[in-house]
C-alpha cells in the first residue's frame, strides 16, 4: 500500500455507516471501532478502551493481532494510524465524558516521535476534534516497553510531556524487573488479568508487589479482566482505583450525539 502520510490520505479511507458511525477501509478489510468503559471504584466512569475490530471481505472477524502480524512494518503503521484517526472520530461524536485509551504498537510510537515532531499530529487532531490532550491516554504492553529498544520509552516520554497520558498494558504478566516501566512513571498501571486469578486463588503475592510498586512511583493502578461480583468485591478490597471487565460492561459501539 502507499504509505499514508498526510490527512487527505486518511480521510479518503474513511467512511460512515447508516449510524454515522466511522469505519475505514484498508486494503481489503473493513476496519471498526468498539469501545470498552473504565470505571472508578465509586462505579463511575473514567474513560473508554478504544479496541479495533477487524472484518475480511466475507465479513468474517479475524483477530487484530493477527491482521497486524500479517502486514509489513509501514503497513503495520498506516493501519495503527488509521485505528487511530478511526477511534479519535467515533469517540469524539459520542460527546461523552472521560478519557480516551488508544492502544498502540510500537514502531508507530517510535515513528511518530522520531518522524511527526513529537506527535503533533495527534495534537493538531483534538484541537480539530474538541478534545484535550490529558484526555488521550496512550496505551503499550509492558513486554513491548522493557523489550524494545530504549527509544521507545523515549517516545512515551515524549508523548507526556506533549500533554498526552501514558498507560502500561498487561502489567505483570511476564517476569520483569520493571525498570523501564520504573523510569517512566506511567500515568496508569493496567494489572494483568492473570495476577487478579492468582489473587483469588489464595495467591496474593505477585498482586501486592505492583502495587507496591504503583503506589511507590505514583501510578493510578487498573485492575483488568474483572468478569465476576466475587473478583469486583475483593479487587475493591484492596483499595484499586479503576476497574475494567466484562462483569462491568462488554466492548460496545458508541452513540453518535454530533457529526464531526
Known sequence: MVQLTTQQAFERLLFRDTEGRYYARFADYRLQSVFQPLFYRSGGIFGYEALLRVYDTQGRALRPDLF????????????????????????????????????????????????????????????????????????????????????????????????????VDDFGAVASGHGRVKALCPDIIKIDRSLLLDYMHGDAGRLQRV???????????????????????????????????????LPGELGVAELV
Open 68 to 167: 497486524f502480524q500479517s502486514l509489513d512494518t509501514d503497513d503495520q503503521i498506516d493501519a495503527d494510524r488509521l485505528a487511530r484517526v478511526l477511534h479519535f472520530r467515533n469517540f469524539a461524536q459520542a460527546r461523552v465524558p472521560g478519557c480516551l485509551s488508544l492502544n498502540l504498537i510500537p514502531c508507530t510510537v517510535l515513528h511518530d516521535n522520531g518522524y511527526r515532531n513529537n506527535f503533533d499530529l495527534m495534537i493538531r487532531r483534538c484541537a480539530e476534534l474538541g478534545l484535550e490532550t490529558s484526555q488521550v491516554i496512550l496505551e503499550v504492553l509492558e513486554y513491548e516497553i522493557e523489550q524494545s529498544p530504549l527509544q521507545l520509552a523515549a517516545s512515551l516520554r515524549a508523548a507526556k510531556e506533549a500533554g498526552f497520558g501514558v498507560a
Open 211 to 249: 502495587l507496591e510498586l504503583g503506589w511507590q512511583i505514583g501510578s493510578r493502578m487498573l485492575i483488568e479482566g474483572v468478569e465476576t461480583a466475587e473478583q469486583l468485591e475483593a479487587m475493591r478490597g484492596l483499595g484499586l482505583e479503576l476497574y475494567q471487565g466484562f462483569h462491568l460492561a
